[in-house]
């Protein structure tokens, strides 16, 4: 699969966000609101804080000159879903760092697309693969950390011990205390691993 075809309809960072407050708005302007408006409001909220708010480490810094930069992202994500809204700016902020190209893609518009990048058979978002020059994948990480991965886990095997509402509390307590550290320390771990 050449991923480059991808690549080049994706929208920056920019355009995204652009994208997504036009789908918010379009979505109020609905005669019967649905509770996606609130998802697509918060998301927006929570990507301009996370933006402005986050840095990388010094060490994450330090380690990002030794880091190779012959590839590009390609971000699959909806403007509604909150794990992207916590992971996309930092992503953005990282690929800044590295010198490469992020381009963003809208899950159920390329659900073609989507069906090679399942989680468990889930169609979870957002995920981010590293794309070669040649157009092939790299690598991937998604749809979240692995401690979230875990949180996750956890709710799954013991749905009346740990509900879903003390999971999505705990998700985003966790990407507040961990401020980006994990996802950018695991990208470049991914990109060590699978980047000559």
């Not at 998604?142 to 509402?165: A, C, V, W």
């Not at 994990?182 to 691993?193: F, G, K, P, S, W």
Request: aromatic share 10%.
């Amino acid at each position: 699969m050449d991923l480059l075809n991808y690549i080049n309809k994706g929208l920056t960072y920019e355009n995204y966000i652009v994208r997504v407050e036009d789908e918010l708005e379009a979505e109020i302007e609905i005669d019967d609101p649905k509770e996606i408006v609130q998802y697509y409001a918060l998301g927006l909220q929570r990507m301009n804080r996370v933006f402005k708010t986050f840095n990388l480490t010094p060490v994450q810094e330090a380690r990002i000159k030794n880091t190779a930069n012959n590839f590009k992202f390609l971000i699959i994500t909806e403007g509604w879903c909150g794990d992207a809204s916590q992971i996309l700016p930092v992503v953005e902020k990282l690929a800044i760092a590295l010198n490469v190209e992020a381009s963003y893609i809208f899950r159920d518009e390329n659900l073609e697309l989507m069906e090679n990048y399942k989680t468990n058979g889930a169609i979870s978002i957002p995920i981010i693969i590293g794309v070669a020059e040649d157009g092939s994948e790299l690598f991937r990480f998604g749809p979240r950390p692995q401690y979230g991965m875990d949180l996750l886990h956890r709710f799954k095997n013991n749905p009346d011990i740990y509900s879903k509402e003390e999971f999505h509390e705990d998700l985003q307590k966790y990407y507040n205390n961990n401020k980006g550290v994990d996802i950018v320390n695991e990208i470049l771990d991914l990109i060590d691993e699978n980047v000559q």
